[in-house]
């Protein structure tokens, strides 16, 4: 089968002489871009030589889509840098917007085409080191960022290394819209990139440069096989600069996930990310290292070993698919019950033990006392000595700065808590013995009070009564929360244009929207209306059949699982066979939908299916036309439409789509409320022909359902501000103190 896929010439080895396929070098040298066609994609030397394509570049928004072409390709002047065309660029539902359309570009384009330039300047020298230097730059660029280098100096120099790492390992050269759209997302953008454009390439350079400070730079997908994916694809581009990788599952336990956080670049899903943020936080309650917001930055600079948090911090985060991850499920919060059993056996083992061994430490030999601060500090003799100690299984696994510090804690309170003094034990209600502290003022007990720092439970063990370990109570973050913990975010995503205010709005993300690579070549056709869901689903097998004869392939999207369900009998009817997609098995499904490209395939599918799946078509079906596919319903948001068609008509492969509507749809419901849709619903009955017309009012009521869905979700966040105000006001941490 021959595969139309965009790959580079695999033979150039990374040691071979310099070819001047930088676009300076290109355009400087002239007629250079034939044999730099390798490297150099057509998109690369139109927008090089100036040649404007006048289309949006998303070019998904209407019927004009066909005529999103980009002119004759006749060369325009050479020039010394590179001319990229700032209409092409567009950032979405901001302010900025009217800047854009006054000046004709965006604001910030010409800052990047002066960036571009400076990386592809760097092309021509990196091609021809050997992969040594590379890595040695690369470290090199890792001591100044370390060093407090500003990372935007970097960036240049930087990029150009992904990209030729890229090129190297992958035979992938990063384009020039993609290097627009990592500077972007360097910048705190969220950058919408069609669908097959190559988000996961374009990731690979604002990860690499956040990366450099060592603080982590995460990458947060939707579902544990992407993430694998992705990493292990990217993973040589890294790995040829120095840069390691690392990836959360699901299943991972504690050791593995401190060992990917601990990678340079992390790749997982938002709610691993999640879930490992308030698992920290409720181990570090438990070892009572709370106080304050200084876990705000994810629990960072704990010890290297044994019991401590997973994450080294929030640093940077790229979102994939960002319009799903930050405006769908911005709201899901993520709970957990309680911190695992396992942890709190070792935490309640750990005092014992140290409590057990507190008197056998002699002051100034194995301990001093700072006078000032009262601080006791282990030497290097009681270091030994706790190291010497026996020691239990769990307490093994405690890591030894940890042991040092229950030690140190275990002498202080040896020394300086006295019973019947400070506190008295007594029988609690539980039917257990507490410790109350002796109020030192009044000399009462102070009910219900409790000494901060572990200095409680150290006491308890002291006294070998229950050690009060708090039970690790239900921890609760919302996803919109969790991005907004880190302190740079940035998103890609194919669809993200409907809702860049929102995102604007919450995340001060701005959208930018960037151009695809080749000239669009998806076509849409009109709209058809029909009476009920039935007249459609007619109309719909009879396309399939038209289109399936002449060996093109058909993926349809439909809105349930039923609706799937009914599409498939009446396809088998007529004996065409096909594939149905249900969303148990993620990948399976991605394996059917990359198929769905092949010669006399059809394929029905859920609307989510498939999604950040490549659909690649042979030379075959690309002579034929490309895959048709046909939309059987409006989605409540108008962005998971254009998912579904995002998988035809990928990297300027030709491709069709229609979209089908019948007066029976729910969004008609939604949008125009019941009276209205019943009025409408009862006059498609008595229809025979299709009502075409009608289309505008379905796009009408989508947009209602969308407000509506924004307004709803804009309540809830206020409420949830509210509510973590007032909980910060009285002293409670938002994430561990939830109501239920
Ligand atoms: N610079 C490049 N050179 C060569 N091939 C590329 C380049 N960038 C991307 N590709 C190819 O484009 C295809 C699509 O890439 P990718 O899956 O990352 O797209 P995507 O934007 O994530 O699409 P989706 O939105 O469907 O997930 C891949 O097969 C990849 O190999």
New binding site residues.
């Given amino acids: 089968m021959s595969v139309r ?4 010439d695999p033979s150039q080895s990374p040691d071979a002489p310099a070819t001047p396929t930088g676009r300076a070098a290109d355009d400087a040298a002239g007629e250079t871009h034939q044999e730099a066609s390798a490297v150099t ?1 057509p998109a690369d030397n139109r927008l090089n030589n100036g040649l404007v394509d006048g289309s949006d570049g998303g070019s998904d928004n209407g019927p004009d889509d066909a005529a999103a072409a980009d002119g004759p390709g006749d060369a325009g002047p050479p020039a010394a840098a590179p001319t990229i065309a700032p209409e092409r660029f567009q950032t979405l539902g901001t302010k900025s917007m009217s800047a854009f359309s006054r000046r004709g570009f965006h604001p910030k384009m010409l800052r990047w085409k002066r960036m571009l330039g400076e990386i592809n300047a760097f092309e021509p020298q990196f091609q021809s080191e050997s992969d040594e230097a590379l890595r040695k730059r690369s470290l090199a660029l890792r001591y100044r960022a370390m060093a407090g280098e500003k990372l935007a100096k970097l960036l240049p120099e930087g990029y150009a290394l992904v990209r030729e790492a ?1 090129r190297r390992t ?6 020039d819209v ?1 290097m627009i759209g990592g500077i972007s997302l360097f910048e705190g953008h969220i950058a919408e ?10 990731a690979t350079l604002p990860l690499y440069l956040h990366s450099l400070v060592g603080k982590g730079a995460h990458l947060a997908t939707v579902n544990d096989y992407l993430a694998k994916r ?1 990493a292990e694809w990217m993973q040589p581009i890294y790995n040829k600069l120095g840069v390691s990788v690392g990836i959360i599952q699901t299943p991972d336990d504690q050791g593995s996930r401190r060992k990917a956080y601990g990678s340079a670049v992390t790749y997982g899903t938002a709610k691993e990310f999640g879930f490992d943020f308030l698992r920290d936080r409720l181990l570090l309650r438990a070892q009572n290292r709370i106080q304050t917001e200084m876990l705000g930055d994810g629990g960072a600079g704990f010890s290297q070993s044994g019991d401590k948090p997973v994450m080294r911090g929030m640093h940077f985060c790229l979102v ?2 960002a319009d799903s991850i930050l405006i769908d499920e911005a709201r899901t919060p993520l709970i957990i019950g309680s911190i695992e059993d396992t942890v709190r056996d070792q935490i309640v083992e750990t005092y014992r033990w140290a409590a057990e061994h507190a008197e056998e430490y002699e002051l100034e030999d194995h301990y001093t006392i700072d006078d000032e601060t009262k601080q006791y500090e282990l030497t290097a003799r009681g270091r030994q000595k706790v190291r010497s100690l026996p020691k239990s299984d769990l307490v093994r696994t405690m890591g030894l700065v940890d042991l040092y510090e229950y030690t140190e804690r275990a002498i202080k309170v040896a020394r300086e808590f006295l019973l019947d003094r400070q506190y008295v034990v007594r029988p609690g209600d539980q039917g257990t013995d507490e410790i109350v502290i002796v109020d030192e003022f009044t000399g009462r007990l102070a009910e219900g009070r409790k000494w901060r720092d572990g200095i409680h439970q150290a006491i308890e063990a002291k006294e070998q009564i229950e050690i009060s370990v708090p039970t690790g109570q239900a921890a609760r973050i919302t996803v919109q929360d969790l991005f907004l913990r880190y302190n740079f975010l940035a998103g ?1 995503t ?1 669809t993200a244009a409907t809702s860049a205010g929102e995102l604007k709005r919450i995340y001060r993300t701005p959208v930018l929207r960037v151009p695809t ?1 080749r000239p669009p070549q998806r076509k849409r056709l009109p709209d058809r209306v029909f009476g009920s869901m039935m007249a459609k689903f007619q109309a719909i097998v009879d396309e399939v059949k038209q289109i399936h004869a002449s060996g093109r392939p058909v993926l349809i999207g439909t809105r349930s699982i039923d609706k799937s369900e009914i599409l498939s009998r009446m396809l088998t009817e007529l004996e065409i066979s096909h594939q149905v997609l249900n969303a148990n098995n993620v990948e399976k499904e991605a394996d059917i939908v990359a198929d769905a490209g092949q010669r006399d395939r059809v394929t029905v599918a859920t609307n989510m299916a498939g ?4 659909i ?1 078509l042979t030379d075959e079906i690309v002579d034929l036309g490309g895959m048709h596919v046909i939309c059987t319903e409006l989605h409540d948001a108008a962005r998971i439409d254009r ?1 579904l068609i ?2 035809c008509g ?2 300027g492969d030709p491709g069709s789509y229609r979209q089908y509507l019948s007066l029976d749809d729910d969004i008609l419901r939604g949008g125009l409320g019941p009276d209205k849709a019943e009025r409408l619903k009862t006059r498609g009955e008595s229809l025979t022909t299709a009502v075409d017309s009608y289309a505008k009012l379905f796009r009408r009521a989508q947009r209602k359902v969308e407000k509506k869905h924004f307004r709803d979700r804009m309540v809830l966040l206020h409420h949830e501000k509210e509510r973590k105000k007032m909980q910060r006001e009285i002293g409670q941490d938002p994430y561990l103190d939830t109501p239920d």
């Fill in positions: 896929e965009s790959s580079t994609s890229g992958l035979g992938m050269r990063h384009y993609q990139m069609q669908t097959g454009e190559g988000k996961t390439l374009t992705d994939d698919e890609m194919g690579n999604r950040g799946t490549d690649k998912q995002g998988r990928r990297q």
